[in-house]
Nanobody, 127 residues
Framework: HVQLVESGGGSVQVGGSARLSCVGS????????MAWFRQAPGKEREWVAG?????????????VYPDSVKGRFAISHNRAQNAIYLQMESMKPEDTGMYYC????????????????WGRGTQVTVS
């Protein structure tokens, strides 16, 4: 059973930066994609970054981001540590939410239906 543990959330000033970490408890044989999602109060869960973690991406394009965070957020993967990170820059109030790490099987690594394993989340508040 894959367990994912997020850390690094907290309060951030508008325009500031933050870095989230997610460590998995088992090796990546159980998944080929990892991602970050977020959910603000009263809103649906939103995908913010995805990365192919099992060698060469079949699409040739990884990582991937939605337009809302492209150029400001960067996801990275440390295979040896079985971890992903999310570096967030130029943060905005609309970036506020609970951030979740996820792992699963996919091709583009951007659909929440690709993900079977989820962390408990870490809160990020931008004000």
């Amino acid at each position: 059973h894959v367990q994912l543990v997020e850390s690094g959330g907290g309060s951030v000033q508008v325009g500031g930066s933050a870095r989230l970490s997610c460590v998995g408890s088992e090796y990546t044989l159980d998944y080929n994609c990892m991602a970050w999602f977020r959910q603000a109060p009263g809103k649906e869960r939103e995908w913010v970054a995805g990365i192919y973690t099992a060698g060469v991406s079949p699409t040739g394009i990884t990582p991937v981001y939605p337009d809302s965070v492209k150029g400001r957020f960067a996801i990275s993967h440390n295979r040896a540590q079985n971890a992903i990170y999310l570096q967030m820059e130029s943060m905005k109030p609309e970036d506020t939410g609970m951030y979740y790490c996820a792992a699963g099987f996919g091709t583009w690594c951007h659909k929440d239906t690709d993900y079977s394993y989820w962390g408990r989340g870490t809160q990020v508040t931008v004000s």
